[in-house]
């Protein structure tokens, strides 16, 4: 049987790892290399690096100075994770499991870079609203199986409706999230992360409504995100909201064994998962 | 003689993670569509990701088919193919027309039947496999693997002494196989953790 996946979600910005929450406020959670094999050792199925340095620049004093004080990694040259696709890379030699990589990706050679440097799938979301052809082109150059387009979803107060929004959030395209995630799959999308970002770091638990419409709309994987405070979160998803997988980022920043407790739990409501 | 590995870069997948998991198990492995690369090596992998047609149409335009048939078939050189890379050792393959393989092992690839069903495709994810217990691939398995897969079609070979281990994905599918030198799988086991670094490891010792 096919067990049920769940994804730890790692947001760079300037080149540390960051929590999130609303999209909005963002804090220093570590070094981008330390967590790969923690995560690897603890059964983790995969994980998604997502690149939100908003400003173009990396602060490679930021990245040095958490960097330089994980006692793991004090032989990393600053130069050397100066960028994502360098992050990628050394997260990729240590990265046993499937490894997903997104933020930023604008042309099918941001996609091929990434890939070179041992991304296993990217994650696609502003271009892909600005230009839905793209979906098209990049799955048909690299296969469906490596390309997941991301949907952020908000309630918009103006129009009294949840639309799908682009550039990491801040813009709203009036699309409606159903039609969205149909026509992502029609494109040609192997997967969709589908990311509340209402719910982003309020750990209220997934938009179950949206999701569960979502999932039964498509017929390729739904990945839900965004929300997740306790284990009972996951097996909502799962069960009431009807993902194929689950994903979650800042439930497994801050405890230790997170990953192992959270599958154990996740086994012992009756979802397969593996341990 | 040490092991040596030669990845057969054929301009398709990411070749990259399959030498990450050959480095983390200290294997000297390089990456090449070099002639003499190939020859010298002991350990052949042929990795890949996507469709039949293009992968086929990848190995002739750097004329490897040729290269390939003489090590495996003639110098029963090792051989290790991974996803679309064990969907080329059947003699045909049915993805999106009909194209003929590389042929080592009788047999063609259909897509997953999901009629019955309702699965979604592709197959994404972890499955438990089962496995037969006289092979070289599968060998010391404590408990049943799980390995991660992404495909939407699958290996159907003539002869069922060649499979070496089954999933279920709405019907069985051939996750392993194993026929003299030649070995497949159908997982990723460059990305199926320590029960993929198990065959990886299995296969260098073969």
């Known amino acids: ?275 | 003689m040490s092991p040596q590995v030669c990845i057969i870069d054929y301009g398709i997948g990411n070749v990259g993670s399959v030498k990450n998991a050959l480095q983390f198990l200290g294997v000297s492995t390089v990456i090449s569509s070099d002639k003499k690369m190939i020859q010298e090596a002991t350990h052949l992998i042929l990795p890949g990701v996507g469709s039949f047609g293009d992968g086929m149409r990848n190995l002739k335009e750097r004329n490897l088919v040729d290269i390939l048939k003489e090590e495996v078939i003639v110098n029963k050189k090792k051989i290790l193919g991974i996803c679309l890379g064990m969907q080329l050792f059947a003699s045909h393959g049915f993805e999106h027309g009909e194209f003929e393989g590389l042929d080592f092992i009788s047999g063609k690839i259909i897509q997953i039947d999901i009629t019955q069903s309702k699965l979604r495709l592709p197959h994404i994810g972890w499955n438990n496999v089962t496995v037969v217990d006289d092979k070289v691939i599968t060998k010391s398995f404590e408990q049943e693997p799980i390995f991660y897969f992404v495909h939407s079609f699958h290996f159907i070979p003539e002869e069922r002494s060649v499979v070496a281990g089954i999933c279920t994905y709405g019907h069985d599918i051939v996750a392993l196989v194993e026929s003299g030198n030649i070995f497949g799988t159908q997982f990723h086991p460059e990305k199926s953790h320590v029960d993929g670094l198990h065959v990886l490891k299995n296969f260098i010792n073969a």
């Not at chain 1, 173009?56 to 958490?66: E, I, K, L, P, Q």
């Not at chain 1, 799955?139 to 929004?165: H, M």
């Open chain 1, 1 to 275: 049987m096919l067990k049920t996946r769940l994804i730890p979600v790692l947001l760079l910005k300037n080149g540390v790892l960051v929590r999130s929450r609303l999209f909005s406020f963002h804090q220093l959670t570590g070094d981008p290399l330390g967590q790969v094999e923690r995560f690897t050792s603890w059964k983790a199925d995969e994980l998604i690096y997502l690149n939100i340095t908003r400003d173009g620049g990396y602060d490679s004093m930021a990245t040095m100075s958490v960097i330089g004080s994980a006692t793991s990694h004090k032989d990393v040259l600053s130069s050397k994770v100066n960028n994502f696709a360098d992050v990628i890379r050394c997260v990729s030699e240590k990265c046993m499991i499937p490894l997903t990589a997104g933020g930023g990706i604008r042309t099918l050679d941001d996609i091929q870079m990434l890939l070179k440097n041992g991304a296993d799938k990217v994650s696609i979301n502003t271009k892909a609203l600005d230009d839905s052809d793209f979906i098209k082109k990049a799955s048909q150059r690299f296969g469906s199986q490596c390309i997941v387009v991301s949907v952020d979803v908000k309630f918009n107060v103006d129009s009294g409706k949840k639309e799908v929004y682009a550039h990491f959030g801040k813009e709203s395209t009036s699309r409606d999230p159903i039609e969205w995630c149909f026509e992502v799959a029609r494109r040609g999308a192997g997967e969709i992360l589908l990311n509340s970002i209402d719910r982003d770091g309020t750990g209220e638990g997934y938009d179950l409504e949206l999701l569960r419409k979502v999932s039964e709309c498509v017929n390729i994987p739904v990945i839900a995100l965004g929300g997740v405070g306790t284990f009972e979160h996951l097996m909502e998803g799962i069960k009431i909201g009807k993902a194929s997988a689950v994903a979650a980022a800042n439930i497994f920043h801050f405890t230790e064994l997170s990953v192992i407790n959270a599958k154990k739990y996740m086994k012992s409501v009756g979802i397969d998962v593996r341990i």
